[in-house]
């Protein structure tokens, strides 16, 4: 805007040295006798040229105006931006894509002092997803495997002696970490006759749950993309 209102200012400046030229040209031609023809035409270009000017200053004012109003609102389009980052941020650490941190709980899966059979814990990881979901419905907010993040594509499955999550393999013993409250958390895994409670009782597992103040779990470090699934648009009806 500031480029164009100077553009504006230069060329009315050479119009008016032009018209001063024009004038002493004729003044030197013609001995400072101005024939009534050529006064006519000077007057008709003089007229010419202010009106282009008032037009040209007309153009330079609404200009400013324009640039007035877009300072107007810079301060509300600088809230909205920051609200549209924070809301960003929010979604991205849903989905797994930031390091976080904070309280909740840490629940550790080995095989039973004096258990011989070392696959017992192995073939039994899907028992992992009974504990995740159990975590989701009380509230998790951030879930890691072994140091997977567990996010809403991520996968399990048997492959030989390991477990793979996110296309990597894991090792038992098995540690899942969990964001949330802590509190709610426990009372959820530890709920009489409860998913630990068969583990330990009925597959012989050891499980330990831990509350902690300050768990770390990494971010998600593969690119979530859909294949098939599109956005569908709402209908806004206009009343």
């Given at each position: 805007?500031k ?13 008016g ?7 002493k ?8 006798v ?32 324009r ?31 930031y390091?976080?941190?904070g ?7 080995k ?9 017992k ?14 975590l989701?419905?009380?509230g ?16 399990m ?5 390991k ?11 098995f540690?899942?970490?969990?964001i949330?409250?802590s ?14 409670y ?21 971010r998600y ?5 859909f ?13």
């Open positions: 805007m480029k164009n209102s100077l553009s504006l200012l230069i060329l009315s400046f050479l119009l040295m032009l018209i001063i030229i024009e004038f040209t004729v003044d030197k031609t013609t001995g400072g101005v024939s009534s023809q050529k006064a006519n035409q000077l007057s008709i270009e003089l007229k010419s040229l202010t009106d282009r000017k008032k037009a040209l200053e007309k153009e330079v004012q609404a200009f400013d105006e640039i007035q109003e877009y300072k107007d609102s810079e301060a509300e389009k600088n809230v909205l931006v920051k609200n549209l980052k924070e809301d960003t941020k929010k979604y991205e650490t849903l989905a797994g894509y390091d976080v941190k309280p909740g709980v840490i629940i550790t899966m095989k039973a002092q004096g258990e011989t059979d070392e696959t814990l192995l073939y039994n990881y899907d028992q992992i997803l009974t504990i995740i979901n159990k989701n419905a009380a998790a907010e951030a879930i890691s495997i072994n140091g997977e993040r567990y996010v809403s594509s991520t996968e499955h048997l492959s030989g002696d477990v793979m999550v996110n296309g990597n393999p894991i090792m038992t013993p540690e899942i970490k969990c949330g409250n509190d709610i958390l426990e009372s959820a895994l530890n709920m009489r006759f409860g998913t630990i068969h583990l330990r009782k009925d597959w012989n597992l050891d499980v330990d749950v831990k509350k902690e103040d300050n768990i770390e779990i990494s470090n593969k690119t979530i993309e294949k098939y699934a599109k956005p569908v648009e709402a209908n806004v009806k206009v009343k």
